[in-house]
C-alpha cells in the first residue's frame, strides 16, 4: 500500500509543477456535467494520460482531464469525468484522484454524478442533494493496509457528506431559484443497471438515488478529512421495466446541465 503513497506523491508533484497555486477546493464532474468547466477561468488543462500514474476512463461523456483554474478568484481543479470501478479498475485505482487531491491541499470536494432515480417522487432532471450512502458491494477502497498519511485506519462515516455545505447549498438554491431534493444515494457496482427487483429492495433499504460511481470516492475523502459536498442529477427513473441507455442518462444531464452548473459555481463562491 506504501507503492500507493509514492504514486500518489508522484502525481501531486507533477500536477503542482504545472499550477501557479495550490487548490482548496476539487470538482468531480459526472457523465454529462462537464460543461462547468467553461465557467473556470485561466483553465490550465492536464489530460490524465499525461500524468503518472493516472488512468482514463473509455465512457462516453467522461473528458479524461484535470482542469485548474479559478471561480470567483478561488483556485479550484475539477476532474471532467472520472473512471470508474465497472471498466475494471480496482477501488484503489478508482479512488487514486483523491489521495492526489489530498497531497494538494484540497480541503473541500464537490461530487457530483448522473443516478437514476428510486424514490418515486423524483423526476428526471432532478438535482438531488446526497445526505447519507449505502454501499452495496462488499469491496472498500481503504481495504488493506491503512496508510497513515491519508488517514486514520477506522474512520468515522456518520458525517461523510458535510451538513454545512448542504446547507450552503440549499441557501444558494433558495437563491437562484433552483429545487432541490434531498436523499440517500446507493452505489451499485455495475455495468448493468438494476433490476426491478433490484430497485425494489433498494428503495425498502431506504435510498433515493442510485448510481455506480461517487461512494468510494466519497470514503476515500472522508478518509482524508476532506469535506464532501454530494450532488446526484436524476437522469432516468428506475425500476419500470423500461429499457435504459447510456446516451439517454447523457442526454437527460446535458438538459439539467444549466442549472447544475449554477448550483456550484455560487456554491464555491460562498464557501
Do not use: W
Given at each position: 500500500?506504501?507503492e500507493?503513497?509514492?504514486?500518489?506523491?508522484?502525481?501531486?508533484r507533477y500536477i503542482?509543477?504545472?499550477?501557479?497555486?495550490?487548490?482548496?477546493i476539487?470538482?468531480?464532474?459526472?457523465?454529462?456535467?462537464g460543461?462547468?468547466?467553461?465557467?473556470?477561468?485561466?483553465?490550465?488543462?492536464?489530460?490524465?494520460?499525461?500524468i503518472p500514474?493516472?488512468?482514463?476512463?473509455?465512457v462516453?461523456?467522461?473528458?479524461?482531464?484535470l482542469?485548474?483554474?479559478t471561480?470567483?478568484?478561488?483556485?479550484?481543479?475539477?476532474m471532467?469525468g472520472?473512471?470508474?470501478?465497472?471498466?475494471?479498475?480496482?477501488?484503489?485505482?478508482?479512488?487514486?484522484?483523491?489521495?492526489?487531491?489530498?497531497?494538494?491541499?484540497?480541503?473541500?470536494?464537490?461530487?457530483s454524478?448522473?443516478?437514476?432515480?428510486?424514490?418515486?417522487?423524483f423526476?428526471?432532471?432532478?438535482?438531488?442533494?446526497?445526505?447519507?450512502?449505502?454501499?452495496?458491494?462488499?469491496?472498500?477502497?481503504?481495504?488493506?493496509?491503512?496508510?497513515?498519511e491519508?488517514?486514520?485506519?477506522?474512520?468515522?462515516?456518520?458525517?461523510?457528506?458535510?451538513?454545512?455545505?448542504?446547507?450552503?447549498?440549499?441557501?444558494?438554491?433558495?437563491k437562484?431559484?433552483i429545487?432541490?431534493?434531498?436523499?440517500?444515494?446507493?452505489?451499485m457496482?455495475?455495468?448493468?443497471?438494476?433490476?426491478?427487483?433490484?430497485?425494489?429492495?433498494?428503495?425498502?433499504l431506504?435510498?433515493?438515488?442510485?448510481?455506480?460511481?461517487?461512494?468510494?470516492?466519497?470514503i476515500s475523502?472522508?478518509?482524508?478529512?476532506?469535506?464532501?459536498?454530494?450532488?446526484?442529477?436524476?437522469?432516468?427513473?428506475?425500476?419500470?421495466?423500461e429499457?435504459?441507455?447510456?446516451?439517454?442518462?447523457?442526454?437527460?444531464?446535458?438538459?439539467?446541465?444549466?442549472k447544475?452548473?449554477?448550483?456550484?459555481?455560487?456554491?464555491?463562491?460562498?464557501i
Amino acid at each position: 500500500m506504501q507503492e500507493i503513497l509514492k504514486k500518489a506523491t508522484e502525481s501531486a508533484r507533477y500536477i503542482r509543477s504545472l499550477i501557479p497555486n495550490m487548490p482548496e477546493i476539487a470538482v468531480i464532474l459526472g457523465s454529462g456535467l462537464g460543461n462547468l468547466v467553461n465557467e473556470i477561468r485561466d483553465k490550465i488543462e492536464i489530460p490524465y494520460a499525461q500524468i503518472p500514474n493516472f488512468k482514463v476512463s473509455g465512457v462516453s461523456g467522461h473528458g479524461n482531464k484535470l482542469i485548474y483554474g479559478t471561480v470567483y478568484g478561488k483556485p479550484v481543479i475539477a476532474m471532467q469525468g472520472r473512471y470508474h470501478f465497472y471498466e475494471g479498475y480496482t477501488m484503489q485505482e478508482v479512488t487514486f484522484p483523491i489521495k492526489v487531491f489530498a497531497l494538494l491541499g484540497v480541503s473541500k470536494l464537490i461530487v457530483s454524478t448522473a443516478s437514476g432515480a428510486v424514490n418515486k417522487k423524483f423526476r428526471t432532471g432532478d438535482l438531488m442533494l446526497i445526505t447519507d450512502h449505502i454501499k452495496m458491494y462488499g469491496d472498500s477502497p481503504l481495504r488493506g493496509e491503512n496508510i497513515e498519511e491519508f488517514g486514520i485506519r477506522f474512520p468515522d462515516m456518520s458525517s461523510a457528506y458535510s451538513k454545512r455545505l448542504i446547507e450552503v447549498a440549499k441557501e444558494v438554491g433558495k437563491k437562484l431559484k433552483i429545487d432541490l431534493e434531498e436523499g440517500v444515494f446507493a452505489f451499485m457496482p455495475g455495468p448493468q443497471y438494476e433490476t426491478p427487483a433490484e430497485i425494489k429492495m433498494l428503495d425498502i433499504l431506504g435510498a433515493d438515488a442510485v448510481s455506480m460511481s461517487t461512494v468510494p470516492e466519497v470514503i476515500s475523502a472522508a478518509h482524508s478529512g476532506i469535506e464532501v459536498l454530494g450532488i446526484s442529477c436524476i437522469t432516468n427513473t428506475t425500476g419500470s421495466g423500461e429499457k435504459l441507455s447510456h446516451a439517454e442518462v447523457v442526454e437527460a444531464a446535458n438538459a439539467a446541465s444549466e442549472k447544475f452548473v449554477d448550483l456550484v459555481i455560487e456554491v464555491i463562491n460562498k464557501i
